[in-house]
């Protein structure tokens, strides 16, 4: 229980496209989602967390203009890195939680490589 | 706020000895305390947790890590590595809103 897939894996674009990366909760329902940026051989550095149906709230230094969140439903959450350049190649993992007992626990999904040429 | 100090970012041990990753926190609030599990290139595993109750919390793949509240730490052990345990192990600590907050991580590689 609790899977967590994101689409695509990987993808290369661009410099000055813009890139969808697509977050779903494939056995339950997602009340928040969580997205994170991962450099090279370092830690998780939150990014923004989504409430379903409400506005994404950022995390300090993260560009809400360049980094647009959609929780729209219970299942999928969306980050589009818009106008994307080369500085924001990255990993990046989302996860999910619900509300009740597990709440403190996040499911993570398999994450996405973004390379931007 | 909340933090996590992960002390050694690379430990190798042998296969079939002990594993010790040692993970300390700072927290404002009760911690509820992870221990994740990284390969390369994929997302993230849940070993264990600590929210309440018992110190001792038992994950899979054979770890286990201790809750010292007054060390202010959540070391994860296993007593006999295994090949398969090469990976990036996280610790982290959540704060009232459930965010996570990581340590640096610790690389562990294995020797035959």
């Known amino acids: 229980g609790a899977v967590v897939s994101q689409h695509p894996s990987w993808v290369i674009c661009k410099s000055g496209t813009s890139v969808k990366i697509e977050c779903r909760s494939l056995?339950?329902?997602?009340?928040?989602m969580f997205w994170y940026r991962q450099f090279p051989k370092q830690s998780l550095m939150l990014m923004a967390t989504s409430n379903e149906g409400s506005k994404a709230t950022y995390e300090q230094g993260v560009e809400k203009d360049k980094f647009l969140i959609n929780h729209a439903s219970l299942t999928l959450s969306t980050l589009t890195v818009t106008s994307a350049h080369p500085e924001d190649s990255s990993f990046y993992i989302c996860?999910?939680?619900?509300?009740?007992?597990?709440?403190?626990?996040?499911?993570f999904g398999p994450g996405t490589r973004l390379t931007v040429l | 706020a909340q933090s996590v100090t992960q002390l050694g970012s690379h430990v190798s041990v042998s296969e079939g000895a002990l594993v010790l990753l040692r993970c300390n926190y700072s927290s404002s609030v009760p911690p509820y305390l992870f221990w994740y599990v990284q390969y390369p290139n994929q997302g993230l595993q849940l070993l264990l947790k600590y929210t309440t109750g018992a110190t001792l919390v038992k994950g899979i793949n054979g770890f286990e890590a201790e809750f010292k509240k007054s060390e202010t730490s959540f070391h994860l052990t296993k007593p006999s590595a295994h090949m398969s345990d090469a990976a990036e192990y996280f610790c982290?600590?959540?704060?009232?809103?459930?965010?996570?907050?990581f340590g640096a991580g610790t690389t562990v590689t294995v020797r035959a």
């Open positions: 056995d339950f329902q997602a009340t928040t």
């Open positions: 982290a600590v959540s704060d009232a809103d459930y965010k996570l907050s």
């Open positions: 996860s999910a939680s619900f509300r009740g007992p597990e709440s403190a626990s996040q499911y």
